[in-house]
């Protein structure tokens, strides 16, 4: 089975000590774990509007990106930097908050809308809808009214405990994604994801 050919992961979130431990930054959460488990370190480069870092896992290069652009304008930096490595939609992974999904689930899905995520919606806009997404749940407060204090504060230690885990398990996963393909990787996500 084909493995999927990541050449960028992107991490969404915003920039900023007050951000870092909101809920709306399990995105950057996701690309400074596999920084750390990789040996990447990110720099600032403002000709891609975001920090950068190359890992390599099981032989792939790859290349992490936190936009610091503020999440609704996510989509300048990810086309800033694929257009300068030549790099297809279809070869970019970008992990994102979910509020439609439970805390401490992940999904994997390719294509689609935005679900009503902004980074998601500017992402599209730059580049089309044919990027990978991975969906990191962080629940949903119950009121939609409530979204944005919601996703821009910290999760109460349990729940943080249960993103952050979930974040692991998606790290865990990666290497069977870019070997074996997004069947493989998906199967071992939600069966795992089902059980939270």
């Known amino acids: 089975m084909a493995g999927l050919p990541l050449r960028i992961i992107v991490g969404l979130g915003n920039p900023g000590p007050e951000h870092q431990s909101t809920r709306h ?6 690309v400074d ?6 040996g990447g370190d990110f720099r600032d480069y403002r000709k891609y509007s ?6 390599a896992i099981d032989g792939h290069d790859i290349i992490l990106l936190k936009p610091t652009t503020y999440m609704n304008r996510s989509g300048l930096s990810v086309r800033q930097l694929s257009e300068f ?20 689930t992940v999904r994997l899905k390719h294509g689609g809308g ?24 962080v629940g949903h407060p119950g009121n939609k009214a409530d979204v ?7 999760a109460p230690r349990p729940e943080e405990d249960l993103i952050l885990e979930a974040i692991s398990t998606a790290a865990d996963v990666l290497p069977l994604l870019l070997e074996q393909g997004a069947e493989r990787a998906m199967t071992r996500l939600h069966s795992r994801a089902g059980k939270t």
């Open 25 to 30: 930054n399990a995105g950057f959460w996701f």
């Open 148 to 154: 944005i204090d919601y996703v821009l504060t910290r």
């Open 33 to 38: 774990l596999l920084a750390r488990r990789h």
């Open 114 to 137: 935005s679900g009503g995520h902004n980074g998601v919606r500017d992402t599209i806009t730059h580049v089309g809808e044919k990027f990978w997404r991975l969906r990191l749940g």
């Open 50 to 55: 975001g920090e950068t870092a190359r890992i």
């Open 85 to 104: 490595y030549k790099i297809a939609p279809e070869d970019i992974l970008v992990a994102y908050d979910e509020l439609d999904l439970p805390v401490g």
